[in-house]
């Protein structure tokens, strides 16, 4: 446990960003899903405005440094690529 002050703050701020960057990886992995089931249903139109949805919220995880810049580009290009994939 934390015994001096700075120790204390900081063990407070890890805290704070644990649960915000809990959030943002829930909001990125539920925005994922969401195109993930437009491409399971088949609807090409929906695929595409949930990947246009989802996309910011990718990104928005590696400028964050949730997920790695690469990461980010590769889930963007996979899914971009099932949709176009589509009949």
């Known amino acids: 446990m934390a015994s001096h002050k700075s120790a204390e703050k900081r063990a407070r701020q890890t805290e704070?960003?644990?649960?915000?960057?809990?959030?943002?990886r829930s909001r990125m992995r539920g925005s994922i899903k969401k195109v993930e089931q437009a491409i399971k249903s088949?609807?090409?139109q929906?695929?595409?405005?949930?990947?246009?949805?989802?996309?910011?919220?990718?990104?928005?995880?590696?400028?964050?440094?949730?997920?790695?810049?690469?990461?980010?580009?590769?889930?963007?290009s996979r899914l971009a690529a099932r949709i176009k994939a589509m009949a």
């Open 16 to 24: 704070r960003r644990t649960a915000v960057n809990s959030a943002r």
């Open 42 to 44: 088949g609807d090409k």
């Open 46 to 76: 929906a695929a595409a405005s949930a990947l246009r949805d989802a996309q910011p919220e990718i990104q928005r995880g590696a400028s964050k440094r949730i997920v790695s810049k690469n990461e980010a580009a590769r889930r963007v």
